[in-house]
């Protein structure tokens, strides 16, 4: 059973960092890879926004509200993705998710609080 689990968010202060995981468990070995792995956030009142994806082959892309402030990245021999967040903004605030998706077949976590707030 495959599972996606996000870490990593908290409260930080405008202008700082914070660097979200999501790990995956239960993928085939040497599968991971194969997924696109995207971040979503979702804030109190508004829809679940795409906000980064790492294509399986290798691509990026951002929306624009992050782009030059946040990174996807991943590291598929430990099934990881991760997000780093710089220059936050309180509007960033929101429950984070990890998303994988091959074809068809979508994973999704749990979610991750992320509240920047002085």
């Known amino acids: 059973q495959v599972q996606l689990v996000e870490s990593g968010g908290g409260l930080v202060q405008p202008g700082g960092s914070l660097r979200l995981s999501c790990a995956g468990s239960g993928f085939m070995i040497g599968t991971f890879g194969r997924y696109d792995m995207s971040w979503f956030r979702q804030a109190p009142g508004k829809e679940r926004e795409l906000l980064a994806t790492?294509?399986?082959?290798?691509?990026?892309n951002y929306v624009d509200s992050v782009k030059g402030r946040f990174t996807i990245f991943r590291d598929n021999a430990k099934n990881t993705v991760y997000l780093q967040m710089n220059s936050l903004k309180p509007e960033d605030t929101a429950v984070y998710y990890c998303?994988?998706?091959?074809?068809?077949?979508?994973?999704w976590g749990q979610g991750t609080q992320v509240t920047v707030s002085s």
């Open positions: 998303r994988a998706q091959h074809l068809v077949v979508v994973y």
């Open positions: 790492f294509t399986s082959g290798g691509s990026t």
